[in-house]
C-alpha cells in the first residue's frame, strides 16, 4: 500500500528566512511521482513543485526546491526568503504509475511571521 | 484555462436528504477525481473517471455515494441519505495525463444538520 506521511502539524518561519517542511513516503512501485501542494485558506489547492522518482536531480521553482532522498524515501520542502502568501497548508501527495490515485499526508500549516 | 469549477460552493442540509454537487474539469482534461477533505486532514480520494468511465471507486465509498460523468465532460456527486458524518470539503480535479499535476477546483462544502 502506498502512504505518505507529514510529521509536522505546524511550522512558523520568521518573513525572508528558510524553512523545510518534511514529507516520507513509502510505495513499493519504482516509477512514481512526488507533489506538495498549497492549499491558503478557503482557497483552492493549486500545485506548488513535482517530482519524478527517475530524476536525480531535485526540482525547482523559484522559492521552492525540494530535497528528494530517494533511499530514505524522503521528500521534503524548502521555502526560501519566505513571505507572507507563503502561510497556507502544504500537502505532499505521491501517485504512481499502476494506480489512479493520488494520496495525500495529512498536510503542515505554514504560519510566516512578520 | 478556465479552471475547474465546482457549484454549489456551500450546501447546508438536513440528516437524511439528498444532495448533488457538479464538477466542471478544464475542458481538454479526460481525467477527473473526486476527493474529500475534514478539518485537519488530506484529501481522501473516492473516486476517478477517463473520459467517461468510471475506473476506480474508493472501498471507503459507501453505497449511499454514487458519481457519474455522461459524455465524459462535467461530473456530479450525489449523496443519498445524508449522515452527519458525510459533513466535509468535498473537491474536485482533473487532469490531462497519468501522474501530471491535479488541477483542483474550490470544493464544495457540505454541513448535514
Known amino acids: 500500500a502506498q502512504t505518505v506521511t507529514q510529521s509536522q502539524p505546524e511550522m512558523s518561519v520568521q518573513e525572508a528566512e528558510t524553512v523545510t517542511l518534511s514529507c516520507t513516503y513509502d510505495?513499493?512501485?519504482?516509477?512514481?511521482?512526488l507533489f506538495w501542494y498549497k492549499q491558503p485558506p478557503s482557497r483552492q489547492m493549486i500545485l506548488v513543485i513535482r517530482q519524478e522518482a527517475y530524476k536525480q536531480q531535485n526540482a525547482t521553482e523559484n522559492r521552492f526546491s525540494v530535497n528528494f532522498q530517494k533511499a530514505a524515501k524522503s521528500f521534503s520542502l524548502k521555502i526560501s526568503d519566505s513571505q507572507l502568501g507563503d502561510a497556507a497548508m502544504y500537502f505532499c501527495a505521491a501517485t504512481t504509475s499502476g494506480t489512479y490515485k493520488y494520496i495525500f499526508g495529512t498536510g503542515t500549516r505554514l504560519k510566516v511571521l512578520a | 484555462d478556465t479552471g475547474v469549477s465546482q457549484n454549489p460552493r456551500h450546501k447546508i442540509t438536513k440528516r437524511g436528504q439528498n444532495v448533488t454537487f457538479r464538477c466542471d474539469p478544464i475542458?481538454?482534461?479526460?481525467?477527473l477525481y473526486w476527493y474529500r477533505q475534514t478539518l485537519g486532514q488530506g484529501p481522501e480520494f473516492l473516486t476517478y473517471f477517463q473520459n467517461e468511465a468510471q475506473l476506480e471507486k474508493s472501498r471507503l465509498l459507501s453505497d449511499r455515494f454514487s458519481a457519474e460523468r455522461p459524455k465524459g465532460s462535467f461530473s456530479t456527486l450525489e449523496i443519498q441519505r445524508t449522515e452527519q458524518g458525510d459533513s466535509a470539503m468535498y473537491l474536485c480535479a482533473s487532469s490531462s495525463r497519468t501522474n501530471s499535476p491535479l488541477h483542483f477546483g474550490n470544493g464544495t462544502r457540505l454541513t448535514v444538520t
Open positions: 510505495t513499493s512501485e519504482s516509477d512514481y511521482y
Open positions: 475542458s481538454e482534461h479526460n481525467r
